[in-house]
């Protein structure tokens, strides 16, 4: 039976990319069914049963036609709760962005909009509970603010370990190195991700001729009605790579974080969570804290311990003990 790789997702329609060609896929009842019953036993979590580059076998039909009967183990899944349904709630339900993810590249404008690093935490430990292996942050329209200021902003990325580039789709400045990132290997798969309005599609069509992917603002009145569509798709570079297209990412709420996890996904934490004085430490008014300690000595930036007490106090009121 012939495998492949799920190379788009619309509404129940999978296209598999295969070596004799594409084929548009559904899911066969079987594997449904088999779904239905892990989840009532309990053995697995409501989830998406197929998922963006996800590695499948099928069977064809007939021309350009099949069933998916099989779909091999995920590793480096990004998901979020599924949108619209209340968290905490049985009924929640995991979405997943892409499944088999080597790479996330996080995109912010430098200005216009204005960067929010709230959100680039979120996604940060959405991709650290996902063990990404690879984890890029990009700041795009760096034409706009001085080299100064962009480091001010974002060099405690850096510092804590996270590759960060500078770039501008605009002046074509730190393209190369973008493009190292992303183009080359043809089997590495990234998610190229961040708000509207940071430049993702300028970007992309820098990088690669004759993609045409639109561009522009996209304001909230014409996103919002799309949600239910969940098209999303895998461009594939000529010289060697796959990059995830979804448009429907506006905002990730962690899945399946528990809040005493949480810390371990800030990796600037991780040396001091051990040295705390009590085991199950959350970091905020426990005595002999190493990690309020680095936060009182610099060593943690107060932002990020910020995001890290905003985060905490979210995964709380949602969990279900
Ligand atoms: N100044 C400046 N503007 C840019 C740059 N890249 C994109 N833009 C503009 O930002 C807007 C949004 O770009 P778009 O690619 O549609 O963003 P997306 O929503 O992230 O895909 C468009 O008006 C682009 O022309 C850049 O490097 N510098
Ligand atoms: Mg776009
Ligand atoms: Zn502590």
């Known amino acids: 039976m012939p495998k492949g790789r799920v190379i788009r997702t619309q509404s129940g329609f999978f296209t598999v990319q295969t070596d004799e060609g594409e084929v548009v896929c559904q899911i066969s009842g079987k594997l449904k069914i088999d779904a239905q019953r892990a989840v ?15 590695f499948v076998t099928i069977e064809v039909a007939d021309a350009n036609k099949g069933m998916i009967v099989g779909v091999e183990d995920r590793q480096h899944v990004l998901s979020r ?29 430098a ?16 991709a650290e509970k996902a063990e990404i292996p690879s984890i890029v942050i990009c700041v795009n329209k760096a034409d706009l603010l001085a080299p100064a200021k962009l480091q001010q902003k974002f060099g405690v990325y850096e510092t804590i370990g996270y590759t960060v580039l500078y770039v501008s789709a605009m002046t074509g400045a730190g393209l190369d190195a973008l493009r ?32 045409h992917l639109e ?85 943690i930036h107060p932002e990020r311990y910020d995001s890290y007490l905003r985060l905490r106090e979210e995964l709380e009121e949602q969990y279900i003990y």
Request: hydrophobic share 35%.
């Open 40 to 54: 009532h036993k309990d053995e697995a979590q409501r989830s998406d049963l197929v998922a963006l580059n996800d």
């Open 215 to 299: 561009t522009s603002e996209v304001s909230d009145a014409t996103t919002k009605g799309r949600h239910t569509t969940r098209f999303s798709q895998l461009i594939q570079f000529k010289d060697g790579g796959y990059v995830a297209d979804t448009p429907g990412i506006r905002s990730i709420a962690p899945w399946d974080i528990e809040p005493h996890e949480l810390d371990s996904y800030f990796i600037e934490m991780r040396p001091y969570i051990s040295q705390c004085k009590f085991a199950d430490c959350s970091h905020r008014h426990e005595p002999n804290c190493a990690v309020v300690a680095a936060v009182e000595s610099a060593a």
């Open 111 to 126: 200005s216009k909009p204005t960067p929010n690093t709230r959100t680039l935490d979120r996604y940060l430990v959405s």
């Open 81 to 109: 709760v599924e949108p619209g349904i209340s968290v905490g709630t049985s009924a929640e339900s995991e979405q997943i962005i892409l499944a088999n993810t080597d790479q996330a590249v996080f995109v912010l404008a």
């Open 180 to 211: 190292q990132v992303l183009i080359g290997d043809p089997n590495r798969v990234s998610v190229f991700t961040g708000p509207s309005g940071v430049g993702k599609s300028s970007l992309l069509n820098v990088l690669q001729d004759g993609l």
